[in-house]
């Protein structure tokens, strides 16, 4: 298959991304118990706790055909998303991989 803008992946959590995932969603909780928290419009970081190696739905937003990867617009079980930049092919963290057909 060739990769393209528009197409759904399967996106492999690193450790580094859940980490940089729990930090935002840990931030915005902190930040929704203080007296000054309204209805900002803000995007709440709010969802299911994410792990490396947890594997999500993503979208193709930017193909770099000489690198060999892609920018991705990543689903998360949640209300947030999470970009992840220039990510090429394959097993394991920090990768994507071609969802399978059933």
Not at 46 to 55: A, C, I, L
Request: one cysteine or more.
């Amino acid at each position: 298959m060739t990769l393209s803008i528009g197409r759904t992946v399967l996106y492999t959590l690193s450790a580094d991304d859940a980490a940089a995932i729990t930090k935002r969603r840990a931030d915005f909780a902190e930040h929704r118990k203080t007296d000054d928290y309204r209805d900002t419009g803000y995007v709440a970081h709010v969802g299911n706790q994410v792990r490396e190696g947890d594997v999500f739905p993503a979208v193709v937003i930017r193909v770099w055909e000489a690198a060999g990867s892609a920018n991705l617009h990543v689903l998360l079980d949640g209300t947030d998303t999470f970009w992840a930049c220039s990510v090429s092919e394959g097993k394991g963290p920090r990768t994507w991989a071609w969802p399978p057909r059933v």
